[in-house]
């Protein structure tokens, strides 16, 4: 019995219900913080600790997942993927990676319009400072590169601790900094591995379905 080719069938029912759950944790969270201006009563001690603890490395942390950083890395990533011998895998997941940051930009962020506002001069004027926050595009570009590398990496490989980590020390890094706030972080954490499983996945569905063999019926002799 080849257990390998039933597993992600059956690995698929549970998967897409993780996926699901996590968009509406995303849409809770983003109803919860939207159109404020600074972190809410759960939001304060998990920034103050972030504050306190920095990362010594967070600003090359914060670099690397910069637009043009991380399209190049990306782009990295897919020709690993294909000189592993995952090359179906290579595009989806390096569109995957983009999407879901494009996605951030261009749909979350606005939707969502959480900005940060700081006190400017003696007076303490407050103007706002960067733009919307919710999610963390830097977090949910992390974890989407760090989705896709679990993909590629193999099962025993000592490399999976260190691509686990690396969303997270993110996260923690622009916390530190106070660009962005706890509920940003976990909406970036969802995001990014959400939109790469589901545009890997569905490539994977469409690629196996043209690949099927197509079996001819032999035509039914109606003589007699």
């Known amino acids: 019995m080849d257990t390998d ?13 993780v996926v699901l759950v996590g968009a509406v944790v995303v849409v809770l969270l983003g109803l919860m913080v939207r159109h404020t201006t600074g972190p809410t009563w759960w939001e304060h001690p998990i920034v103050d600790t972030a504050r306190r603890f920095p990362i010594p490395f967070r600003d090359h942390l914060i670099e690397l997942f910069e637009p043009i950083p991380f399209a190049f890395a990306s782009i990295a990533l897919a020709f690993a993927a294909a000189a592993r011998g995952h090359k179906r895998l290579a ?36 103007i706002i400072a960067g733009g919307p926050m919710f999610p963390s595009a830097h977090v949910t570009a992390a974890a989407a590169f760090a989705t896709f590398a679990w993909m590629i990496v193999g099962r025993r490989s000592r490399l ?55 079996v001819e019926r032999e035509p039914v002799n109606s003589s007699y």
Do not use: N
Request: proline fraction near 10%; hydrophobic fraction near 50%; charge should be positive.
């Open 160 to 214: 999976r601790p260190f691509i686990v980590a690396l969303p997270l020390l993110v996260g923690w890094s622009v916390m530190s900094k106070e660009m962005h706030f706890p509920a940003d972080i976990l909406a970036g954490l969802i995001v990014g591995p959400s939109v790469v499983y589901c545009i890997a996945s569905a490539t994977r569905a469409t690629t196996r379905r043209f690949d099927e063999p197509v």
């Open 5 to 17: 080719s039933s597993a992600p069938t059956t690995r698929a029912p549970f998967q897409w219900a």
């Open 91 to 126: 595009i989806p997941g390096l569109g995957g990676c983009l999407a879901a940051v494009i996605a951030t930009e261009l749909l979350l962020k606005p939707l969502f319009d959480r900005i940060r506002l700081v006190p400017v001069g003696w007076r303490h004027h407050l």
